[in-house]
């Protein structure tokens, strides 16, 4: 069975009525549920009443932390009351939104303290209605200190970098500067410059802010 076997059955269109597309649609659900595990941010499906439906795997890591989100006997918690009544107040205006089939206003944004805030940023959630599917919404979780390093392999390919290019790129993403870059790699910091230039030509872009921000766009948050 699945880690989250409790949960799969949310993955589930409604049930077909010959044996073998019933076979189809267990084998899509729990591939979907695998595909969803690979994802770097959590992703949740909770019904009307703030109770999970489904969790892959970062989120289940997420709420066994009880570090700003949880779930409780009555649904997901969050770690004050008041925090609680906004994150189910936000699952219930989402719920509205999809009753109304109103897409402009479907998805909604909120912050989420920490069990200690004063030491890490708070857990940054973002409500989707999922149409054809009442009462059920997605809510996807950021954890901002949870850096994931860029792919070498996956700019390299998008962008047509050489090896030495790709790992300039990816630990520019990762936040480190250009002298550091340099030492990281073993080259002298005029040659970082050199390939730092032959990026901006690459990925047309112009700064080292702008091409960090596409890096980061490009490269999906998977494991």
Known sequence: MPANAPYVDALHTPAPSRTEDRHDADVSAVLLGQLLDQLLIGVILADADSRLRYANREARRILASHDGLAEGPDGLR????????????????????????????????LSL??????????????????????GRTAIFIDVPEHRHPVSRGAIAE??????????????????????????????????????????????????????VAQLCRTVGPYR
């Open 78 to 109: 969050a770690s004050t009351a008041a925090s609680t009544r906004r994150l189910r107040h936000a699952l219930a205006l989402t719920g509205l939104a999809q009753a109304s089939d109103d897409g402009a206003s479907a998805a909604r944004y």
């Open 113 to 134: 303290p920490r069990s200690d805030p004063s030491m890490r940023a708070p857990l940054l959630l973002t409500f989707s209605a999922l149409p054809g599917s009442p």
């Open 158 to 211: 998008v962008f047509g970098l050489t090896p030495r290019e790709a790992a300039l790129a990816a630990l520019l993403a990762d936040g480190h500067e250009l002298r550091d870059c340099a030492g990281l790699l073993a080259m002298g910091e005029g040659t970082a410059r050199n390939h730092l230039k032959h990026l901006f030509e690459k990925t047309m872009k112009h700064s080292q802010g702008a091409l």
